[in-house]
Structure formats: C-alpha cells, structure tokens
C-alpha cells in the first residue's frame, strides 16, 4: 500500500463529458490547476470561499465550479476533499431545520441572511429563479438564488425533509418555481451514508468486504467531483452515482471500516479508477465494455469469482442464480411499453411480443443483443437496455447472464446467474471473500488487477 497524501499536489484530474453524458476521468497533458492557484483564489473569492467551505477542509468553492467546465482540471493536494450531494432534486417545497437552530447566508456573497431558532422550520419555495422562504419563528432573507444553511451549533444535523444529515446545505432555486437542497459536507462522512446502504448490515467477519466497499465508495466519489456541476452538485444521493441515506443510514461497522480506510482510494497509472461495482457476479465478472458504454479498462477486466473448491464466493446471494417465467401475453405486457420507450414509438407501432431469443454474448457469456419477436416483429436491444425493458415491479431484470427456454406449457423462462451490470466488485463475492479471511486489499487486487490502493489524504470519518 502507498502513502502520498499530504506531500503537495499528488494528481490532477480533468472531467471530460462522455457520448453517454457521465463524466469520466481523462488524463490532461499538463497541469492548469494547482495547489497555488487555489490559494491566489482564495484571497481574491474570500467571500466564496468562507460561505461555502467547512472547517477543516479544502475544496473548490462553488463559484469557481460554475465557471469550470467538464474539460477544466480540479486537483487534490493531500487535504479531505468537500463533496456537494444532492439530496432533494427539483421539488416545489423544501423543508429545512435543525435541533440546534440554523444560520443562512448568501451562497453567492458569503453575506449573512437570518436564522431561525432550534424549533424552526424553514419552507422552502421559489419565485422564479429566486428562493421565497417562510418560518414560523423569522426566515431567512428570501429573494436570493441560493443559500447556505448551517446549524447554530457545530456537529448538530441539519434536516431536510424530515431526514438528518451532517455539515451543511445549499437550497437552490432552479427555475419555473422549483428548488434543489444540496447537502455540502467531508467526503469522509459522506461515506458514512453511503457504505452501509450499498453493502447492507455485515458481521465482524465480513469487516474485510465492507473495508473494500468503503475504498471502491470513496474512489467512485473522489473520480466523479464536479459530475453534475451544471446542477450545483457533485454527487446524486441516489442510485443515479451511490445511495446515500445520511444520518440515519449509519451503522457501526460501516463507520468502523470507513475510519480504518479514510482517504485511500484506487489509483491505476497514477489516476482514481472507475470504482464499478455490483451485487453478485453469479461466478464471473463481466469486462467494463461488454455490458456498459464505456471504454476498455485493464482494471475493469473478467475475473472468475471461484474458490479453490470450484463452489463461488458469491454463492451465499440471494440473486446468485433465479428463474422468471412469463406468458406470452405477459412478457408482452412487459416488453412492449419499454420497446416504444427505447425506440420513441408507440405500443401499436411495436406490436405484439410473444418471444425472445439470444442473438449473441459477451465473452464472460452475458447477453449482448436480444431479439424480441412476435408477428411482424423483430428487434434487437443490447446490454443494459436488455434489463431496462424487461422490467417488472421488481425493478429491472436482475442481469444479463441469462438462458431463454420455451417451455412445453408456453411459458418463455429465463435462467439467470447474478445481480447488477456485472463489472468491477462482486460485493457477494466480496463478502464470501472476507469470510475466507481475505483481507480488503486482497479483495480489491482481485476485482481491479492493476490497481493501487493508495492514501492521498488524512481525515478520521467522525
């Protein structure tokens, strides 16, 4: 393991938009931003900066964000980076408190704009592209785009919408009377929301897996700064980048394994990895390129999942191997509606469905292309839009790693193997991994070849 943080500017990153529209890590030919750069910004934006950094940490204010496009650089210089999480997206009314009472300030001008005492509640609502606020017990300064909500006492959560949080927030107005709440705290504790609801409750002995979850949440985070800074934010608290429930997600072995890992994270060639993961593999992984749109990766790699035995690590998932079985009038029902989504046409234009058949896999032998077949009919979805359209209730279809079979009553059945795109970290196969006694750094070297687990900056995750 390697050591960096703390010894000045250790990497630079550049995020560039992708065909897809996520933002990817791209290595710059030279540096634009570095450590002395922030600092001559931070004399000449001291307004910027205090309204929107928090104690102890170093970040890029998010008045330098908005003049920043995808292709401009953001470094880190050994301090815990701040992240920007979206928490509450385009709703008409926000509300906002804290036990300790809160303080608000401009978001643009660092200026201070009321507060409200420890049995306020704050409404949140926008006039345009302008916040209106309303509180039983005084409200901030209404008639501003943003501003930033800080509880009257350090370490006191901040609620939003009936849901704790630490640090801070930013409530933005976004136009036609809508309102974003953006929760700003250390990425460290913003871990503590995130692993525990990615990896679910584990036991002292799979501490191993959850240690391996903290590094791969961390990098993922630390690799998509600035995502969606059209937005305000970094990060969505959701499945759209990593679900994070705040507060009230935290649980003791989670907080234990991001604390044993604070700042380490996975570097190939000197950059933060595409920190991909899924629940089960079902017994392989899949290359990056075969089941998503991105670019090859040597770290993104097929690894088989199985123990010296030949059984595999993930075998203990719920979803490591399931059967769905449809009536043909069923897997109509199911298909068509995602059919006309994907190919923007109506149900009647699809028409009826009564059967699919692989056309082709992927080298771990995932599905690649399906064709879905009915009178007249014959179209062909590849990868994750395979799953997308076979959704049901349950959500979507559990993988891609399927066989069809037509069985003598009618019914069209899938077998399936595993859970999730299938690239990167198995973290049922993970879990099985740790039991084994396998250590977190194991596990990493075997779902990222190549891949470095490296410290590039101190911070305790309290």
Same mark, same amino acid.
């Given at each position: ?235 969505? +608290?959701? !499945?759209? #980048?990593? $679900?994070?429930? *705040?507060? %009230?997600?935290?649980?003791?072995? &989670?907080?234990?394994?991001?604390? @044993? ?103 771990? +032998?995932? !599905?690649? #292309?399906? $064709?879905?077949? *009915?009178? %007249?009919?014959?179209?062909?979805? &590849?990868?994750?839009?395979?799953? @997308? ?74």
């Amino acid at each position: 393991m390697q050591t960096i943080g703390g010894r000045g500017p250790f990497q630079w990153f550049r995020w560039a938009s992708t065909p897809s529209g996520v933002a990817e890590t791209v290595r710059p030919s030279a540096p634009l931003w570095s450590a002395s750069t922030a600092l001559t910004l931070v004399v000449l934006l001291p307004l910027a900066w205090s309204s929107l950094s928090l104690s102890g940490t170093l970040w890029t204010p998010l008045a330098l964000r908005r003049s920043m496009s995808h292709a401009e650089l953001v470094s880190l210089s050994g301090a815990e980076p701040t992240v920007r999480v979206g928490v509450v997206i385009d709703e008409p009314r926000i509300a906002v408190s804290s036990p300790a009472g809160l303080r608000f300030a401009d978001a643009l001008t660092g200026q201070p704009a009321g507060e409200v005492g420890s049995h306020g509640i704050v409404y949140f609502t926008a006039d345009g592209a302008l916040l209106a606020a309303q509180s039983d017990e005084g409200a901030p300064a209404s008639g501003v785009p943003s501003l930033v909500l800080r509880p009257a006492q350090d370490g006191a959560p901040i609620i939003i919408d009936g849901k704790a949080f630490r640090g801070a927030a930013e409530i933005r107005a976004v136009g036609q009377g809508r309102v974003t709440a953006i929760n700003i705290l250390p990425l460290e504790q913003y871990l503590l929301g995130v692993v525990p609801l990615e990896i679910g409750p584990r036991e002292t002995a799979e501490l191993a897996a959850v240690e391996a979850q903290a590094v791969a949440a961390r990098t993922y985070a630390v690799s998509h700064l600035g995502g969606h800074v059209e937005m305000g934010f970094d990060l969505f +608290g959701s !499945v759209e #980048d990593q $679900v994070y429930g *705040g507060l %009230g997600a935290e649980r003791d072995e &989670s907080t234990r394994a991001v604390q @044993r890992t604070s700042g380490h994270i996975l570097l190939f060639d000197d950059m933060p990895i595409r920190a991909f993961y899924h629940s089960t593999c079902g017994g392989r992984t899949a290359a990056v390129e075969e089941v998503l749109d991105r670019e090859p990766a040597p770290y993104l790699q097929s690894v088989s999942d199985q123990r010296p035995d030949g059984s595999d690590y993930c075998a203990q998932s719920p979803r490591y191997r399931w059967t769905v079985a449809w009536t043909p009038e069923r897997l109509d029902s199911i298909a068509r509606p995602g059919l006309a989504a994907h190919f923007g046409v109506s149900s009647d234009e699809v028409g009826r469905v009564d059967h699919v058949e692989v056309q082709s896999r992927t080298p771990s +032998g995932r !599905v690649h #292309d399906l $064709v879905f077949r *009915g009178p %007249g009919v014959a179209l062909v979805l &590849s990868r994750l839009d395979i799953r @997308r359209t076979l959704r049901s209730e349950r959500g979507i279809l559990f993988s891609t790693d399927f066989a069809v079979t037509d069985r003598d009553d009618g019914l069209v059945e899938l077998h399936g193997r595993g859970y999730g795109h299938g690239a990167g970290m198995c973290q049922w196969g993970a879990i099985g991994r740790a039991r084994a006694g396998q250590t977190y750094e194991e596990i990493l070297a075997t779902y990222y070849p190549g891949a470095d687990v490296v410290r590039v900056y101190g911070g305790d995750g309290g």
